[in-house]
């Protein structure tokens, strides 16, 4: 396993440096910390939920209640929950391993060689060593969050069934909470008629669903708030799409406007130089040229300011504005200039 081999690079680390030894950095004792205890919980919750639906299952059948929706329920949340409580158990079985903490912490670099007179019993480098000991609170608690994700991520591929017990267990999750969304909202109680057999079921269902809320809170005020952000982001959408289509067609008539101005060369028929100095050409007879608005001094072949303005909006020789600002973007594809209005 991938675990057993950086173990044992990391001791050869050791033989080959004698004079230091390798220990966490606070961010990742800290993460690691919160990851343990976090699972820990999980863990306690369901054994709490297992226990507690299996006596209810018992009081159910010793009180002949039969089966309604509400006792399958706490029947399937039951038997999730041991998959769940597997889980965590396993997770927090892993995270207690100092090989694979020790890997971890190589494959995030939170690992500080202090030297060999400085090293104390403890597992986390002393300050003086550790770069992540200058974070603040809030930083070390920000980076802190972010690296226990990593880490659950890591751990959960440690075994297959680890892996997909994972990917079970959340799924499933999702599943039973919505379905005890519906107890605790729809409350069905009053229709079953037996109300005695459902006390403790409903109950459960408060409970259960608030371990649940509480498990994924972030993930579901999250979605919650996409889906409130949602109608917002397609307004916004839609008027960008207006405004970028009157922007296109202000500068393509823009474009169109200037065209006005194009004349077939003649000899003396311009002030001024008598070449494109965008090109560097003298003008022939009968070339496209183009007066630009700003200046009778200011004229071009038809060709180079088109070229020009694709990617310009103002004159090249005294840089006034030509086309609205900000259409250079929309102007960049050349097929867009031949567009007819
Ligand atoms: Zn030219
Ligand atoms: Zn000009």
Not at 77 to 93: E, H, M, P, R
């Amino acid at each position: 396993m991938d675990v057993q081999q950086d173990g044992e690079q990391n001791i050869d680390y050791n033989e080959n440096d004698g004079n230091t030894v390798p220990k966490f950095t606070k961010l990742f004792s800290k993460a690691m910390d919160q990851f343990r205890l976090r699972v820990f919980f999980l863990f306690l919750e369901r054994l709490y939920i297992i226990i507690s639906m299996s006596i209810i299952l018992v009081l159910l059948s010793l009180q002949d209640c039969g089966w309604n929706d509400l006792h399958y329920w706490v029947l399937f949340s039951n038997i999730q929950a041991v998959f769940s409580l597997i889980l965590y158990g396993q997770l927090f079985n892993f995270s207690n391993k100092e090989s694979i903490q020790q890997h971890l912490a190589f494959h995030y670099v939170q690992i500080v060689f202090v030297p060999i007179n400085e090293v104390t019993d403890h597992p986390v480098a002393p300050e003086v060593f550790d770069p992540t000991a200058n974070l603040t609170t809030m930083e070390l608690d920000k980076k802190a969050d972010v690296m226990q994700l990593q880490i659950r991520q890591e751990i959960v591929n440690q075994s297959k069934f680890c892996k997909y017990n994972n990917i079970f267990s959340n799924a499933t999750n999702q599943g039973i909470f919505i379905w005890t969304i519906y107890y605790i909202v729809a409350n069905p109680n009053t229709s079953t008629g037996s109300g005695e057999c459902d006390k403790w079921p409903i109950i459960q269902t408060y409970i259960y669903g608030s371990f649940l809320f509480l498990q994924y809170s972030q993930y579901y005020l999250l979605a919650a708030l996409a889906l409130v952000m949602l109608p917002f982001i397609l307004v916004y959408l839609i008027i960008r799409c207006f405004t970028d289509r009157r922007k296109k067609q202000q500068a393509l008539m823009a474009l169109n406007d200037l065209q006005k101005n194009k004349i077939l060369y003649k000899p003396n028929i311009l002030e001024g130089d008598q070449e494109c100095s965008i090109c560097m050409q003298p003008y022939q007879s009968d070339d496209e040229v183009l007066r630009l608005p700003c200046s009778t001094l200011h004229h071009f072949h038809n060709t180079c300011i088109s070229a020009w303005l694709q990617i310009q909006s103002t004159c090249p020789n005294c840089r006034q504005q030509l086309l609205p600002d900000n259409l250079q973007p929309l102007l960049q594809q050349p097929q867009q200039l031949q567009e007819p209005l």
